[in-house]
């Protein structure tokens, strides 16, 4: 059975910096994209930042996330990173990592779900 499992949230000052992680197991990792989405209170899940199968170079970011978050996979860990600098208070949410067969941007295009990791940016 796939598991995906997030760490790595925390509370953090705004210009500051996290690095989330997702592990995953139960699937062939290797043959998967991953994304990462958030979702804030009252809002709906959005895209935050995918990295394909192939994924040096190939790799997509929101708008929102260009120049400040940075999305890595190990495959012999098993384990997908989104490196996220100069946070703002406007970036407090549950983020979650999925996996799915295709690098997309639509969150229904992935199969697989991890229960989430709270990032809170403190103003």
């Known amino acids: 059975q796939a598991q995906l499992v997030e760490s790595g949230g925390g509370l953090v000052q705004a210009g500051g910096s996290l690095r989330l992680s997702c592990a995953a197991s139960?699937?062939?990792?290797?043959?998967?994209?991953m994304g990462w989405f958030r979702q804030a209170p009252g809002k709906e899940r959005e895209f935050v930042a995918a990295v394909a199968v192939s994924w040096i170079g190939n790799t997509r970011y929101a708008d929102s996330a260009k120049g400040r978050f940075t999305i890595s996979r190990d495959n012999g860990k098993n384990t997908v990173y989104l490196q996220m600098n100069s946070l703002k208070p406007e970036d407090t949410a549950v983020y979650y990592c999925a996996a799915g067969s295709l690098m997309m941007i639509q969150a229904d295009g992935y199969d697989y779900w991890g229960r989430g990791t709270q990032v809170t940016v403190s103003s």
């Open positions: 139960g699937l062939t990792f290797s043959r998967y994209a």
